[in-house]
């Protein structure tokens, strides 16, 4: 599995913070700590800017999927799995499932300012969205 790396700028002083799962690395983004001007790098590969990094700032805006057991209500991995907390075998259709979005997560570029046609036609297409969304979860 590949590990991550940023560097960390204090004032004058450089640092190396790692190495990172890729998990970490999207909590990171979500959490505004890494912006597109940070620059990464991947395993023993030189330093280039996270912008670069094809889909993290894409993955940190997706909702993320958390699975809970049917028994004993504890957060599990995705299933097929046995829950370690009541040891119950937890099917892949048995698991509560529960996908949460992410708001923490700051724009990675500036939007330019829409016109009034465009601002309309862009709210109506996230009210159709979130009905769909909905629609779907239940």
Request: net charge positive.
């Amino acid at each position: 599995m590949s590990v991550w790396f940023l560097q960390r700028f204090e004032g004058n002083v450089q640092s190396e913070v790692g190495p990172l799962q890729p998990k970490e690395l999207l909590e990171l983004v979500r959490k505004g700590d890494i912006k597109p001007e940070t620059m990464l790098r991947k395993n023993d590969s030189a330093w280039f800017p996270a912008k670069e990094v094809g889909g993290l700032f894409e993955a940190a805006y997706r909702p993320v999927i958390v699975f809970y057991c049917p028994g004993c209500g504890k957060k599990i991995p995705k299933p097929p799995v046995s829950c370690r907390h009541c040891l119950r075998d937890v099917g892949a259709n048995e698991a509560r499932e529960v996908k949460t979005a992410v708001t923490s997560v700051a724009p990675t570029k500036p939007q330019p300012t829409p016109s009034a046609a465009a601002d309309e036609g862009q709210r109506s297409v996230q009210n159709w969205l979130k009905k769909k969304v909905a629609r779907k979860q239940k």
